[in-house]
């Protein structure tokens, strides 16, 4: 268990690491084409939209493997699927 949430800090550590430092790559980018620099309000914008999608896609995520190991997906009717191969008849 320690070692799993070990493991699971780390991942999270490396990949605020990477977010930060392509967000800081990206901008300093931005200032060099001759953007200007982004306003607090832009940080502000910027941080939650990056929150939020990941939020997002970890809460989908979480849905479709939960949906798939609790047998959901193999429940769902698809008798009016048209690519349905109606030679095996279960």
């Known amino acids: 268990m320690v070692a799993r949430l070990a493991r699971l800090s780390l ?4 990949g605020l ?3 930060a430092g392509a967000t800081w790559g990206l901008s300093l ?4 084409i001759g953007g200007g620099a982004l306003p607090l309000h832009g940080w502000i914008a910027m941080g939650l939209g ?3 999608t990941v939020g997002l896609t970890y809460g989908l995520m979480a849905l ?3 949906s798939h190991r609790e047998g959901w997906d193999d429940r769902v ?3 009016l699927d ?3 191969d109606t030679s095996d008849d279960r």
Do not use: E
């Open 17 to 19: 690491a990477i977010s």
């Open 11 to 14: 991942i999270t550590v490396l």
């Open 82 to 84: 048209p690519g349905r």
């Open 29 to 32: 980018f931005w200032i060099a």
């Open 64 to 66: 479709a493997f939960k």
């Open 77 to 79: 009717d698809n008798t």
């Open 50 to 52: 990056i929150l939020g």
